[in-house]
């Protein structure tokens, strides 16, 4: 064994990896099954093959063997045991994968894809319509910009992403250009010091109604020069200064108007009023933008921590506009996201001063899903801090300046890549060991590409993006010759490292019910543990925010499993679920409580993953039982730091019907009066934190049946569970 130890492999990739004889095993019998054969006689030559070929290495090479090399005594000792066929499916097998590599940076092909409406191109985002021409063109520059992007990763990096091994987030954008992810917009600042926003120089706004159209204008400009969402932490309390002006016109102009026992109530009335015109406004605008890559800005609205009566008049607007629905259908809005911060003491408990709004949450959750649940206490025990997170689940971690003042707005993540751990456990074939070396050398792997992230992005210059670098997004306001590196570097920034798939890990060595087994528990968390440790190392030694990251992806968790399957078949309870289960959450096929779920869950985040994540859970129709969603928030708050809730709320404006629709090859269809037709009906799923409607996007229509299943495994949401 010490002398198999002792060889090393060198990659096409320039990695240099330990030999390991098992590969050459398993190509030799993914070649048979590729030819329909595979026997227990076959089996035992392929053994001996291998055996052969191993021996013929170490004869030749002594330190050092090329993988072209190995190759080439593969094929010559098929040759000489007259394993012709094996040997032609070998050669086949090589060939297909080089031709696939060159097809993944071949421009041509990948525009043919498109134009043909190849769902692998079409579909990769659920709020993207494919058929209009700013998408066409976005996802004409994503393929450009996707095969530019594999040239420049360093080639180990690029080889694993297409195996399958890792996964570098967003490809159509970076590393072709040097763009930053998600962030908290620093709105607070711009609003107070006035922005640049093309030719125009905006100065503080003097009413909320000013106010939220400045903020719409900056979310549009944000996001057209990011690519990951854009948050508002805290907006409540954010625009009440602006709604106090409007409170004070109004008070000088019932001077002259008004009776002096009047005034107050004339004023107060009228600010509300203006408040409730200026957040619906702002609804309505962030509905109908549309930015450069063909979409709607994937934004977030944090409030619920407001205290004084203007900030409790914001928060009730939201809430109420959300429950009335846009439009004279009345239809769910798509985005904002909206995040309702819960707190002991403030709206927590029935005779908190702020309890009269978490009922209104509660009520709007159960008719439009949002808001979701933040726990203020558990946020700041998770994180350091409280904030709402970047995008639909990327969390910063407290931060202080160099005054000691602590900053959230204003800070970004700058990428997520993931690793695929299934494969790992997969490949390590029921050996622990086995499992933690390959672990340690994707992490390798992941380490590289994490660092290329933070080194292309810092290669922007303010000018790319004068909206986050110059005027005020990112918090500091950069000459346009200083580097950007600015408001990255000292963990201001975050870069994610991304998993996937603990279920599936453990149902490798346990089996496919191993949630109630502690072995098998402690060995998921073992994995976040060591994720965790490697985080911080490399934070202390390059000085960003190495974070462990809860993979959201509507399309990651199929793709990994696919190309899992083309390496290892079916293999029950991992790939012939035919996806993954996203991150952490517990096995979708399941039937547990909220509470059990909850309580199965709350520890990973505790251990490691608290850059990135959130907890769902799925119930039957709401809305006449809120009492039933209160009574998981409240169990949530001291467990979980963010929840979010699944209900159907899918509507039919031809029998008013409101629920769960069917889903069908054709589309949605009304389990009340059969009606499908995409124009009188509101179908609205969750896609990975935030909402999608998949009836009304032409790109997906025929696949409605596989997205309702998708949309289950992407949340990890549990089956609807009897009592709720």
């Given at each position: 064994?010490?002398?198999?130890?002792?060889?090393?492999?060198?990659?096409?990739?320039?990695?240099?990896?330990?030999?390991?004889?098992?590969?050459?095993?398993?190509?030799?019998?993914?070649?048979?099954?590729?030819?329909?054969?595979?026997?227990?006689?076959?089996?035992?030559?392929?053994?001996?093959?291998?055996?052969?070929?191993?021996?013929?290495?170490?004869?030749?090479?002594?330190?050092?063997?090329?993988?072209?090399?190995?190759?080439?005594?593969?094929?010559?000792?098929?040759?000489?045991?007259?394993?012709?066929?094996?040997?032609?499916?070998?050669?086949?097998?090589?060939?297909?994968?080089?031709?696939?590599?060159?097809?993944?940076?071949?421009?041509?092909?990948?525009?043919?894809?498109?134009?043909?409406?190849?769902?692998?191109?079409?579909?990769?985002?659920?709020?993207?319509?494919?058929?209009?021409?700013?998408?066409?063109?976005?996802?004409?520059?994503?393929?450009?910009?996707?095969?530019?992007?594999?040239?420049?990763?360093?080639?180990?990096?690029?080889?694993?992403?297409?195996?399958?091994?890792?996964?570098?987030?967003?490809l159509d954008y970076s590393p072709y250009t040097p763009m930053t992810n998600c962030c908290l917009i620093d709105f607070e600042g711009m609003l107070r010091d006035g922005f640049k926003i093309g030719n125009a120089d905006v100065e503080s706004p003097k009413s909320i109604q000013t106010a939220t159209a400045q903020i719409s204008q900056i979310i549009a400009n944000v996001a057209s020069s990011q690519y990951g969402g854009c948050s508002a932490d805290r907006i409540d309390e954010t625009l009440a200064p602006y709604a106090a002006k409007n409170y004070e016109k109004y008070l000088k102009d019932a001077e002259n108007w008004v009776l002096p026992d009047k005034r107050e109530a004339y004023a107060k009335e009228k600010t509300i009023k203006d408040i409730y015109d200026a957040m619906q406004s702002l609804e309505y605008e962030i509905n109908t933008l549309f930015t450069s890559n063909g979409q709607t800005p994937f934004t977030s609205l944090g409030f619920g921590l407001g205290e004084s009566w203007l900030a409790r008049e914001i928060q009730k607007a939201i809430l109420n506009i959300r429950i009335k629905g846009l439009g004279a259908e009345e239809r769910t809005a798509i985005f904002p996201k909206l995040i309702f911060t819960v707190k002991r003491g403030l709206n927590l408990e029935p005779d908190s001063p702020n309890y009269d709004i978490k009922q209104l949450a509660i009520a709007c959750a159960t008719k439009r899903m949002y808001p979701d649940m933040l726990s203020y206490d558990k946020i700041v025990e998770l994180t350091g801090s409280f904030k709402v997170p970047?995008?639909?689940?990327s969390f910063l971690q407290g931060w202080k300046d160099e005054n000691g003042v602590e900053v959230n707005s204003g800070r970004m993540n700058l990428g997520v890549v993931t690793v695929n751990l299934p494969r790992i456990a997969m490949e390590s074939t029921g050996d622990k060991d086995k499992f933690w070396q390959l672990f340690a050398e994707r992490m390798d792997i992941l380490h590289d590409a994490l660092v290329y992230r933070v080194e292309r992005v810092k290669e922007a210059t303010p000018a790319n993006a004068p909206i986050l670098y110059q005027y005020g997004a990112f918090g500091q306001r950069l000459n346009k010759d200083e580097a950007v590196d600015e408001v990255f570097k000292n963990r201001r920034a975050t870069v994610?490292?991304?998993?996937?798939?603990?279920?599936?890990?453990?149902?490798?060595?346990?089996?496919?019910?191993?949630?109630?087994?502690?072995?098998?528990?402690?060995?998921?968390?073992?994995?976040?543990?060591?994720?965790?440790?490697?985080?911080?190392?490399?934070?202390?030694?390059?000085?960003?925010?190495?974070?462990?990251?809860?993979t959201p992806s509507e399309s990651l968790t199929d793709r990994f499993c696919r190309l899992d399957t083309e390496k290892f078949g079916i293999v029950e309870n991992i790939t012939d679920k035919e996806y993954y289960t996203n991150s952490f959450h517990y096995d979708v096929r399941k039937n547990p409580t909220p509470f059990e779920k909850l309580d199965f869950e709350k520890i990973y985040p505790e251990v490691g993953a608290s850059g990135g994540f959130i907890h769902y859970c799925e119930y039957p129709v709401l809305q006449q039982n809120p009492k039933a969603l209160e009574?998981?928030?409240?169990?949530?708050?001291?467990?979980?730091?963010?929840?979010?809730?699944?209900?159907?709320?899918?509507?039919?404006?031809?029998?008013?019907?409101?629920?769960?629709?069917?889903?069908?090859?054709?589309?949605?269809?009304?389990?009340?009066?059969?009606?499908?037709?995409?124009?009188?009906?509101?179908?609205?799923?969750?896609?990975?934190?935030y909402l999608g409607n998949p009836q009304a996007r032409p790109m997906v229509n025929g696949r409605h049946k596989e997205i309702s299943a998708r949309v289950k495994h992407m949340n990890g949401s549990t089956i609807k569970t009897p009592g709720y």
């Open positions: 064994m010490s002398e198999v130890r002792s060889l090393f492999v060198l990659k096409r990739d320039g990695r240099r990896v330990p030999f390991d004889k098992d590969k050459i095993y398993q190509a030799l019998v993914k070649a048979a099954l590729a030819i329909g054969e595979m026997s227990p006689l076959l089996e035992q030559e392929i053994g001996q093959i291998t055996d052969q070929v191993v021996a013929e290495i170490f004869s030749r090479f002594q330190t050092d063997v090329k993988i072209y090399e190995i190759q080439a005594i593969v094929e010559h000792e098929l040759l000489e045991n007259k394993a012709y066929q094996l040997a032609d499916a070998y050669i086949t097998y090589r060939k297909e994968r080089d031709f696939a590599r060159a097809q993944a940076t071949d421009i041509n092909f990948s525009i043919d894809k498109l134009i043909q409406k190849d769902q692998s191109v079409v579909n990769e985002n659920a709020n993207k319509d494919s058929n209009v021409f700013n998408t066409q063109r976005d996802l004409t520059a994503g393929i450009v910009g996707k095969s530019i992007g594999l040239k420049m990763l360093p080639q180990h990096v690029a080889n694993a992403h297409q195996k399958g091994d890792i996964h570098y987030h967003d970047m995008g639909c689940r994610s490292m991304g998993y996937i798939g603990l279920y599936e890990v453990a149902s490798v060595f346990y089996g496919g019910d191993w949630e109630t087994n502690p072995e098998a528990k402690e060995f998921t968390i073992d994995i976040i543990r060591e994720m965790k440790r490697l985080a911080e190392e490399w934070s202390d030694r390059y000085g960003y925010h190495f974070s462990v990251y809860s009574a998981v928030w409240d169990y949530a708050y001291d467990r979980v730091g963010y929840l979010g809730t699944n209900t159907p709320i899918d509507k039919c404006y031809a029998c008013q019907f409101e629920g769960d629709f069917t889903p069908t090859e054709r589309g949605f269809t009304c389990p009340n009066c059969g009606n499908h037709d995409p124009r009188t009906v509101d179908v609205v799923k969750r896609t990975c934190g």
